[in-house]
């Protein structure tokens, strides 16, 4: 939280501009299948501005949710008191889920790949693991039946990786029509949200691409921290800053509860 | 009418012996960390220990050197970070090395609702694109035998014994749930056997007034036990919070193996039991955790005579 951008009337950091970013890609979305962490405050973010019909659903079986805290962990009790509705996870992921009734579900992983393949299993080779990493949760499922997945990510050259040390849910898996498959009801990921950039996948190869740099970002330094040569979107924008309104929502919602950096990445 | 109550003490003793699969169940909530310490009072060994998201407890149990296996979906600490005593056992084989089976949260439901209801498979859409069926042969695809499609699949699962925490029973062990529902019905209805834990025990007329708050009934419960606070430092909804800053100390202290064992040493065999937990947490901690009030309108059944 220290390099404020100075250039700026409205000074912000870049996890703050992320948030800005993933809430203003929810306009107009009315069911979205979030984690705790910062795709959680994505969300009240959303709701409060572009989508003031957004339903929040989770993993942990609550649809409709208004959390009055910041939620501790993915089954925090503020989600469930004041919610539409307690579901089962047979009910939510059977009924909610694969039938069909998430629009736009948020992901995040500790690798990605340019198809938006994600890992969030192992580092290093399964049987012999350097890095345990938690693993699918609902994140398998959730990225093969939401209508369209949304990834949320820190640009970083070890997390944006050539190859995946393990494909844990399927992004465009190796691009091209490969989501249009029976097996694979949804649209796949349709746009990744990190601290400097927008990428999306609008190409017949379903290859991300660099559409939009956020202010004072320079094109190195994105290629800096990329393990693939990134293809470019034929036009390339700049992130829109964050309003003094959607910072003033974002820092309320930052500050309501004990989170940490190492748990706002997301928790699938 | 038969009085299902024992203590926990009992009810581990009896039902959970070593090399058996046992199933805490909870997600993120409900969890009986009570049950969990008296299996690793009881010095069990050997055990399966299944639950999507193992959480701390698992951690424990895991560093006590109970388990030999875990099958998961989630191996994290929810909103904290890694689960560091799994993660020793996974990487370095400390205590013991951990046999590991895993699966995505739906794949876990399935299993658990196909035990439940003695069906040979549960199909599923998930695992296309992923590499989770080549480090798990249970998980395959099946064709529709109805048409061009085809759906992923995973076996049944059915615990020697399930574990549930919950608010309230009656003594046959029909018991009320509100809150997060997770699998506590279906890992129930999959089980052998069945140990409900609960915060309070009701008297069966309490029980009939709301029969849509029944979850789990007592046809399939085998021991009711009556632990308060026995879900801490997980929660249960209105009667206390999740004790975050347990679940930050756990983070802190579980990334050595040293420090675990003190802990173990001081919070579980060095007490007789969870009211002795419960009494050395102190009243600051339960003041702490106690949440507000927020009740619901109640409901009118109707009488018809």
């Known amino acids: 939280m220290t390099d404020l951008n100075p250039s700026n009337a ?43 019909d957004l339903e929040l659903i989770y993993e942990s079986g609550v649809y409709g949710a208004q959390p009055a805290r910041q939620p501790l962990s993915i089954g925090d009790p503020t989600l469930v008191t004041g919610a539409t509705s307690v579901i089962s996870m047979a009910d939510l992921f059977g009924l909610y889920l694969q039938g069909g009734r998430v629009e736009v579900a948020l992901l995040g992983g500790a690798q990605i790949d340019r198809y938006g393949n994600l890992n969030t299993t192992v580092i290093g080779s399964y049987t012999d693991p350097k890095v345990r990493l938690p693993g699918s949760g609902g994140a398998c499922e959730i990225a093969i039946n939401a209508q369209r997945v ?85 036009t390339l924008s700049e992130t829109t800053p964050p309003t003094a309104d959607e910072l003033a929502i974002v820092r309320g919602r930052l500050s309501s509860g004990s989170m940490s950096q190492s748990n706002i990445a997301s928790e699938a | 009418m038969i009085d299902k109550r024992r203590s926990l003490k ?58 030999r296996k875990v099958v998961f979906s989630y191996l994290g600490n929810p909103g904290v970070g890694p689960l560091h005593c799994l993660r020793r056992a996974i990487e370095k084989g400390i205590p013991v090395p951990l046999e590991i089976e895993e699966y995505s949260h739906y794949g876990m439901v399935g299993r658990y609702l196909a035990g439940a209801s003695h069906l040979p498979f549960f199909p599923l859409r ?25 759906v992923a699949v995973v076996p049944p699962l ?52 709301d029969p849509n708050r029944t979850l789990i009934p007592g046809l399939i419960v085998d021991a009711v036990v009556h632990v308060p606070y026995g879900a801490h430092p997980s929660y249960v909804q209105g009667y206390y919070d999740r004790d975050n800053a347990f679940y930050l100390v756990w983070d802190a202290l579980s990334r050595d193996q040293e420090h675990v064992q003190a802990w173990l040493d001081e919070w579980v065999y060095g007490l007789s039991d969870h009211a002795a937990y419960v009494r050395k947490l102190g009243t600051e901690t339960l003041e702490r955790i106690k949440p507000g009030v927020a009740p619901a309108a109640s409901v009118d059944y109707g009488a018809y005579r």
């Open chain 1, 10 to 52: 409205q000074a912000y950091t870049p996890v703050e501009i992320m948030i800005v970013a993933a809430a203003r890609a929810l306009a107009g979305v009315h069911t979205v299948f979030v984690g705790v962490g910062l795709p959680n405050i994505a969300c009240n973010v959303a709701r409060s501005t572009v989508a003031p």
């Open chain 1, 150 to 234: 949304f990834i949320i990510m820190h640009l970083k050259k070890r997390a944006f990786v050539e190859r995946l040390d393990f494909l844990t849910s399927p992004g465009h898996v190796h691009g091209g029509t490969t989501v249009q498959q029976p097996g694979i009801p949804g649209k796949g990921p349709q746009l990744v949200i990190t601290d400097k950039a927008l990428f999306d996948f609008a190409n017949a190869e379903r290859e991300m691409q660099l559409v939009s740099l956020h202010p004072g970002i320079t094109l190195d330094a994105i290629f800096a921290e990329m393990g693939w040569k990134i293809r470019m979107a034929g």
């Open chain 2, 10 to 67: 009992e009810a581990i003793a009896e039902y959970v012996q070593d090399d058996l699969s046992v199933a805490i169940e909870g997600f993120t909530a409900f969890i009986c960390f009570a049950a969990g310490h008296e299996i690793i009072r009881q010095q069990r060994r050997n055990l399966t220990l299944i639950r999507m998201t193992p959480d701390v407890i698992y951690d424990q149990m895991v560093a006590a050197g109970v388990a």
């Open chain 2, 126 to 150: 998930s695992y296309f694109g992923s590499e989770m069926p080549r480090v798990n042969a249970q998980i395959k695809m099946v064709n529709s035998p109805y048409g061009d499609d085809v």
């Open chain 2, 158 to 209: 059915n615990p020697d014994v399930a574990i549930i925490h919950a608010q309230r029973a009656d003594r046959q062990g029909n018991t009320h749930v509100w809150g997060l529902l997770g699998v506590q019905k279906e890992v129930a209805f999959a089980a052998h056997k069945v140990i409900v834990v609960v915060e309070e025990i009701v008297d069966e007329s309490v029980i009939r007034a």
